[in-house]
Nanobody, 127 residues
Framework: QVQLVESGGGLVQPGGSLRLSCAAS????????IGWFRQAPGKEREGVSC????????YYVDSVKGRFTISKDNVKNTVYLQMNNLKPEDTAVYYC????????????????????WGKGTLVTVSS
């Protein structure tokens, strides 16, 4: 049973930083993609960032490029999202997700159904 547990959300002022963590357990398949989605109130879910375990390739949605960095600690089975220069429009619930078969290419496909989700962590950017 795959479990994903997010942490690290909170309230931060514009221009501030946060680091989200996603502790993964129960993943038995090889060469998978894992990463972050977000959903703001009244908006559709958006793929934010992904990392592939096969080659460490990454994906970022255009709006976070240069500000967010995804990384993975293979010993701790934890994925991190370092978020710098946060903006009010980054306010959302951030979800960790992974899929049995798909790679990072599905992070930009709003219709793709991921296999596993965490419960989410709220990030609020406000002064």
């Amino acid at each position: 049973q795959v479990q994903l547990v997010e942490s690290g959300g909170g309230l931060v002022q514009p221009g501030g930083s946060l680091r989200l963590s996603c502790a993964a357990s129960g993943i038995t398949y090889d060469d998978y993609a894992i990463g972050w989605f977000r959903q703001a109130p009244g908006k559709e879910r958006e793929g934010v960032s992904c990392i592939s375990t096969s080659d460490n390739s990454t994906y970022y949605v255009d709006s976070v490029k240069g500000r967010f960095t995804i990384s993975k600690d293979n010993v701790k089975n934890t994925v991190y999202l370092q978020m710098n220069n946060l903006k009010p429009e980054d306010t959302a619930v951030y979800y960790c997700a992974t899929d049995t078969y798909a790679g990072c290419e599905v992070w930009s496909d709003p219709l793709y159904g991921m296999d596993y989700w965490g419960k989410g962590t709220l990030v609020t950017v406000s002064s």
